[in-house]
C-alpha cells in the first residue's frame, strides 16, 4: 500500500470526490482521502492523502490557504457563482475604483460569514447542497473566518481580480457576494484558482493525467510525499532506543527519554521519530510534567 500525501492539480469540471476516485483507478488503493472540497468549476492545490497519511486529512484542512479569484459585480446569483442562477442584476456605473478598493479592503481581519446553501455544511446530517437542490432553504449560523490579507491585482469594473490569503472555512465565492452586497449591486464569483493550501503550492502540483503518467513509467515514489514533510515546521524529537517502545505503543515519554534535550513551551507540538529515523507521530509537550503526549500517531504496530 501506498502513504504519503500527492499535490494534485484539480482541474475544471472535476469534484474532489471525483479526483479521488480516479486516482484510486490509478493506483490500485482504494485507501485515499481529500483534504479540503473544491467547488467543480474551481481549480488548483488539493492536496490528497494514501493510505497512513489518510490520518492526516483533518489536520491539512485546518491550514490556512491562498486563492485567486474574479470577483464579477453586478451579478447575483443562488449560487453565489457565475454557474449559478442569475437572481438579480443591477448597474454598476456608478462605481469607483477608490470606493471598490476601499470596501474589498475592509474585508480584511475576522468577519462573521454565512455559509452558502450551496455548500457541503451539514445541518442535521443533511448537507446544504442536497437542500438546496430540492429547493429548500433552511437557517445557518454566520461562522467566523478571518481573511488575513487581499491583494488587488486588478480592477476593471464591474471585474475585480484578486488574490486572496484566508483561514480555513472561508468560502471564496460569499467573500465575492457580500463585497457586491456591501457595494449595494450585488456580485457573484466568476473563477477560482486555489494557488496554495498549506505547505502545498501551485507551481509544485500535478494533473491527474501527469500523475497516471508517472506512475506508468514506475517513478510514483518520486512524486509521493512523505507524511512527515507536511510538519517541517516543528521541531524534531529523536525517543533513545531503550524506550521506543513507550512512544511505539503512544504513551507518554518524559524529556529524560529523548536523545538531544530541546526547549518546548506549553502544548507545542513536536515531531517524534525512534533511532532507525521512522517517524512515529505528532505528540504535544505537557510543560508542568515535563513530557511528551500522543497527539496523532502515524506508526503502525506491524511496521
Not at 462605481?95 to 474585508?107: A, K, N, P, W
Request: proline share 2%; charged share 30%.
Amino acid at each position: 500500500m501506498w502513504n504519503g500525501i500527492l499535490n494534485i492539480y484539480k482541474e475544471n469540471g472535476y469534484t474532489s470526490h471525483d479526483v479521488v476516485a480516479k486516482l484510486r483507478g490509478i493506483v490500485k488503493q482504494k485507501k485515499i482521502g481529500h483534504t479540503g472540497t473544491l467547488d467543480p468549476d474551481a481549480e488548483g492545490v488539493l492536496p490528497v492523502c494514501l493510505g497512513k497519511a489518510t490520518k492526516l486529512c483533518d489536520m491539512l484542512t485546518d491550514r490556512s490557504k491562498t486563492y485567486e479569484t474574479v470577483l464579477l459585480l453586478g451579478k447575483t446569483t443562488d449560487t453565489q457563482d457565475i454557474s449559478g442562477t442569475i437572481i438579480e442584476e443591477k448597474e454598476t456605473g456608478y462605481l469607483t475604483e477608490e470606493r471598490v478598493r476601499s470596501c474589498i479592503e475592509g474585508y480584511i481581519g475576522d468577519y462573521e460569514q454565512l455559509p452558502p446553501m450551496y455548500s457541503a455544511v451539514k445541518i442535521n446530517g443533511k448537507k446544504l447542497y442536497e437542500l438546496a437542490r430540492q429547493g429548500i432553504e433552511v437557517e445557518r449560523k454566520k461562522r467566523a473566518v478571518t481573511i488575513h490579507h487581499i491583494y488587488i491585482q486588478e480592477i476593471s469594473l464591474p471585474r475585480v481580480r484578486m488574490q486572496v490569503h484566508c483561514s480555513k472555512g472561508t468560502y471564496i465565492r460569499t467573500l465575492c457576494h457580500d463585497i457586491g452586497e456591501s457595494l449595494g449591486c450585488g456580485g457573484c464569483m466568476e473563477s477560482l484558482l486555489r494557488t496554495q493550501s498549506g505547505c502545498f503550492h501551485l507551481q509544485d502540483s500535478l494533473k491527474l493525467e501527469e500523475i497516471a503518467e508517472v506512475y506508468a513509467k514506475s517513478s510514483f515514489a518520486k512524486v509521493l510525499l512523505p507524511v512527515d514533510s507536511v510538519f517541517e515546521e516543528l521541531k524534531e524529537v529523536c525517543i533513545c532506543r531503550e524506550y521506543e517502545a513507550l512512544a511505539h505503543n503512544g504513551n507518554a515519554f518524559s524529556v529524560k527519554c529523548i536523545q538531544k534535550k530541546i526547549h518546548c513551551q506549553q502544548d507545542e507540538q513536536v515531531r517524534v521519530y525512534d533511532m532507525d529515523q521512522r517517524f512515529i507521530g505528532i505528540f504535544r509537550y505537557n510543560a508542568g510534567k515535563r513530557e511528551f503526549r500522543v497527539e496523532k500517531m502515524f506508526l503502525d504496530r506491524e511496521d
